[in-house]
């Protein structure tokens, strides 16, 4: 059964940091691997999608990485700003026997600090 | 403007009393899923249907129902709800399974005393 872990549960930096957001996950035989932001009672925000072909995506300030055979993703967030604190989910689409499931971390919570 | 759209955002109700949540897509996609979402849990997938009348069940599908009549509608149904199932709930959507960038709607806050 597909597992998906963040590490760190949360994390507080003072603004201008880059900082790195980690996902393992345990089969990796996944179509793709999706990060989100997520601001407090609203909803997901797709911030960038990295298919299993591709190792790495960008989208402005942000970076994610894909390593499949390890089971590793980073989302790399470089000059973080203040309105950059959110919680920061990762998931992962695939895998033996879930053709359709989506598997969610528990997503890392992100405070950056002025 | 591409969206996903759900209602109601917020419902308060009773156990026992049957509701339906809908979800609406205006882009044509062919993915659409349902998911809850819970302090400590996190997110978890209830059902998914990647087609019209293609529907499987996710990870948490106890005591709820779907139906893909149309494309662009997968409307959640809580026959007889009860106060475990209160929560936060989303609706997402992609144009398929393997490629498909995944968008959600503002989520829908139900409570069931």
């Known amino acids: 059964k597909q597992e998906v872990t963040q590490i760190p549960a949360a994390l507080s930096v003072p603004e201008g940091e880059n900082l790195v957001l980690n996902c393992s996950f345990t089969d990796s035989a996944i179509y793709n691997l999706q990060w989100f932001r997520q601001d407090p009672g609203k909803g997901l925000t797709s911030l960038l999608l990295?298919?299993?072909?591709?190792r790495e995506q960008t989208s402005g300030r942000l970076n994610a990485s894909l390593d499949k055979s390890s089971g590793r993703s980073t989302l790399y967030i470089a000059a973080s700003q203040p309105g950059d604190s959110a919680t920061y989910l990762c998931a992962v689409r695939g895998g033996s026997g879930n053709t359709g499931k989506l598997i969610f971390g528990q997503g890392t919570t992100l405070q950056v600090k002025p | 403007e591409a969206q996903v759209t759900q209602n109601p955002r917020y419902l308060i109700t009773v156990t026992g009393k049957k509701l339906t949540v809908t979800c609406s897509q205006n882009?044509?996609?062919?993915?659409m899923s349902w998911y809850r979402q819970d302090p400590g849990l996190g997110l978890r997938q209830i059902y998914y249907s990647m087609n019209v009348e293609v529907t499987d069940k996710g990870d948490v599908p106890e005591g709820y129902k779907v139906s893909r009549k149309e494309k662009r509608n997968f409307p959640l149904i809580l026959e007889s709800p009860s106060p475990n199932q209160t929560s936060l709930y989303f609706c997402?959507?992609?144009?398929?399974?393997?490629?498909?960038?995944?968008?959600f709607g503002e989520g829908s806050r139900l409570t069931v005393l």
């Open positions: 990295i298919q299993s072909s591709q």
């Open positions: 882009m044509n996609h062919e993915y």
């Open positions: 997402a959507s992609s144009w398929g399974i393997r490629t498909g960038e995944l968008f």
